[in-house]
């Protein structure tokens, strides 16, 4: 099998950090998506959305979004530890958790970086007003982030979930905006530092 990425996107990033965080390691394919290969017919074929990450089976069955590959790796090989949860209140917990950091989160901040660098403007509609909007939105979520990790060591709950790789992604990104989690932020700001130091994440 192997993975068909942009490695430093955040949406192949998480699936870099899952599988690391596993202790699987997946042949790795680099789609130059700046250029456009990502929007060729031979690339389509295997995205279903035209985006990567896209995971390539032996078989030739392929899956794109970076959440449903690592669902497909926790399936495949079964864990008391799994990153979404083992117990059904843990399962919902994070599930609940990884909708809100990824739709007012990770998302949004990858709205604005679109569409106030206008970095595929070749390609997509960039509105400046609507990327400063979507830096606003993102700015003001990273407190209610701050009140969950007042309440938790990890975000949804005692334990490293996929949650906490979807928001370590998004901390990363956006400092491309100018966005840094600080001294105001006390709780994810030490959040940031513990899970910074995994070895999943700082390789």
């Known amino acids: 099998m192997k993975i068909y990425e942009l490695a430093p996107s955040p949406s192949a990033r998480r699936v870099s950090i899952f599988l690391a965080e596993m202790g699987i390691d997946v042949e790795r394919v680099s789609v130059d998506i700046r250029s456009g290969e990502n929007l060729t017919e031979a690339f389509q074929s295997k995205s ?55 739709l007012k989160g990770l998302l949004v901040a990858m709205q604005a970086f679109r569409n106030l660098t206008g970095i595929y403007q070749d390609r997509e509609t960039c509105i400046e007003a609507w990327g400063e909007v979507s830096r606003d939105r993102l700015v003001a979520f990273l407190p209610e982030l701050d009140q969950q990790l007042s309440k938790s060591p990890y975000i949804a709950g005692e334990n490293f979930s996929v949650v906490d790789i979807t928001a370590v992604v998004m901390c990363n990104f956006m400092k491309n905006l100018n966005v840094e989690v600080d001294e105001s932020l006390p709780h994810l700001q030490a959040w940031l530092q513990k899970v910074s130091t995994r070895a999943s994440v700082s390789r």
């Open 48 to 102: 279903a959305n035209h985006l990567i990450p896209v995971l390539e089976l032996d078989d030739g069955t392929t899956i794109c979004e970076s959440i449903a590959i690592c669902r497909y790796f926790d399936e495949c090989y079964p864990s008391d530890k799994s990153l979404f949860g083992n117990s059904p209140i843990e399962k919902a917990q994070i599930e609940m958790w990884q909708r809100i950091v990824e």
